[in-house]
């Protein structure tokens, strides 16, 4: 007694073998690294927490199963258990089942230990990755707060959407070969390509490392001749110097920011005097409807126009504009299906704030 001798969860899923496999290896390794832990995958592999290995790959066959031997309390030398991860075909997909065996010694001294750290070690991670919150928070992360995985990569490579917003900002910034544009919040680097047309050097910035890597590979040959530069980092701490650029834009990111003042200053910090800015955000209008959905909706601000406007003062620049512009004429320009032109009609609920640093 006192002693979890095994935990399994399964999950069926509608892929092969293989494909789950790979899916499930590629978001775990994506989990742990933000976590703080690395997985080496392949048959030396493992797990590397801190610099220390608490996991060593026993048998590596991908598609099939995965099996570790784990040390889950390195400071009792003699503990160990054995997880497993398996993949196993059935008529319409495949089982992944995920094993812990022999759980036994790691609380045999204290049962009410073992209780506590099933409820809330465990339990309660598990409940909230469950619920409204963990769901919702996680699947506007995935989407669209910090892009990440295959779905991402295709909708944010090509933002058929978003060319409408592309191209009105570059009309109203009118980039020239002698501007050094600064863009935030990136994405899969798609404005940045069609900005880099003007002849100018840029610096494009996001927080998602897969973002990062898709806007490198968007813009591979502008990287290559070092006329552009992709940075991870936060909108609010830039690392690049201060008075670098001539122009910076940020389109579909403001919403997500917990200060946008902030983040405007620290853009402000990183323009040089005479510098001009575009941001692109939205107003409470488009809660709801295909440009904000559930459960985004809940998770964005919206602003309304003399707030925008508020912001870019606050910021500290000067010759702030709020419009809320029609993208109709854009929608057309980029070729959007002509069933969601009308989304685009009239002000629609997007704002556009321009100014510039004194
Ligand atoms: C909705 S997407 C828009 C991407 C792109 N601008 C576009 O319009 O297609 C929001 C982007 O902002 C990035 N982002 C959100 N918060 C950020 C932050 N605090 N710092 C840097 N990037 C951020 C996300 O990773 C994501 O790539």
Redesign the pocket.
Known sequence: MGALQSMTTTLEVPLGPSEAFEAVLAELEDGLSRGGSTLRTGAQGGVVQRGEVVAKVTAWEPGRRLILEWRPATWKADEQVNVELRFDAISDGTRITFEVRGWGGVFSEDVEDLAGWFGSGLLAPLFYAISPDGLGNWLTDRR????TGPRARAI?AD?IF?WP?FLLILDRISLKADDNLLE?????G??MRKALESGGRATA????PE?VRLTIEQNRMAVAHGVLTVLE????RLPVADETFTCAVM???IG??PDPVGALKEIRRALQPGGRIAVFGGTAALKGTPAAPEPFASRIRFFEKAEFEQIGHQAGFVDVQVDEPDLEGYARTAKVPEEAIELFQGGGGALLLTGRKA
């Open positions: 669209v707060r910090r892009p944010y933002p978003h917003n935030v919040g990136c994405g899969g798609a404005f910035v996001d927080h998602s973002m980092a936060e909108a609010d389109t579909g990111v997500f920011l």
